[in-house]
């Protein structure tokens, strides 16, 4: 590996971890020596990239550092195109839409020599059943998703039957072929999990929610993991 792309991936496990790493975790990654690691980190941190931290303890990188222009691994390439091929059959058609105007900003900005590796077929992801539709608007449910906004839902269950919910909006999970809106439910008073093809009607209500409720459902899904392994 040149030292100039190590340099490089330093900083991006640095970024990725978000939180103090020891140079002996980096070397093992990177297939270095220690004593490497402390010497680019010792280079890094003299050319100003803001490091904090010292040896025996670990590292990090203080948020607001932007990396220098696009570089990948052929690896990483691999992962955004898998990613974007996962994205392209398995949401909606403005994610789609999103995921290949990414691939066109990357596209954009790569050395002449890598964008063949982007467009050259190494992934294919098949789709062995039809999603069924879906009827509401899938970019105000991400809005509401980001801004912590509950929303109004009409809602129909297994059997036909329609209600109204309140519902405090969290992520949304991939289950192939359907997606599933995870959320704090007001009319059940908990977490309930809501088909979104089954959803006939959403609306943004301007209430928000608090965004401390995302560590109870981190708490509620870490809680039904651990059921299901038992």
């Not at 222009?69 to 974007?84: C, N, R, V, Y």
Request: proline share 5%; glycine share 4%; with cysteine.
């Amino acid at each position: 590996m040149r030292r100039a792309d190590r340099l490089f991936q330093i900083v991006q496990i640095l970024q990725r971890t978000k939180s103090v790493t020891t140079a002996h975790e980096m070397a093992k990654e990177l297939e270095v020596s220690d004593r490497t690691i402390y010497r680019d980190i010792q280079d890094l941190m003299s050319n100003r990239v803001p490091i904090e931290g010292e040896r025996g303890i670990g590292y990090m990188l203080r948020d607001g550092y932007d990396l220098p222009p696009l570089m990948f691994t052929e690896e990483e390439i691999d992962a955004i195109m898998l990613g974007i091929r996962l994205v392209e059959s398995r949401s909606d058609p403005d994610l789609s839409r999103a995921a290949n105007d990414v691939l066109a900003k990357i596209e954009a900005v790569m050395p002449a020599e890598k964008r063949s590796l982007l467009q050259s077929v190494r992934h294919i992801v098949p789709q062995f059943s039809t999603p069924p539709d879906i009827y509401i608007d899938m970019r105000k449910l991400r809005a509401a998703i980001r801004g912590f906004h509950k929303i109004e839902i009409r809602y129909r269950d297994t059997v036909g039957n329609e209600t109204d919910r309140t519902i405090w909006p969290m992520l949304t999970v991939f289950f192939d072929p359907v997606q599933l809106l995870v959320g704090w439910c007001e009319l059940r008073q908990g977490f309930r999990n809501f088909r979104i093809d089954r959803i006939s009607s959403l609306s943004t209500l301007e209430n928000r929610f608090p965004s401390s409720k995302k560590f109870e459902l981190k708490a509620f899904l870490e809680q039904q993991r651990n059921v299901d392994d038992e």
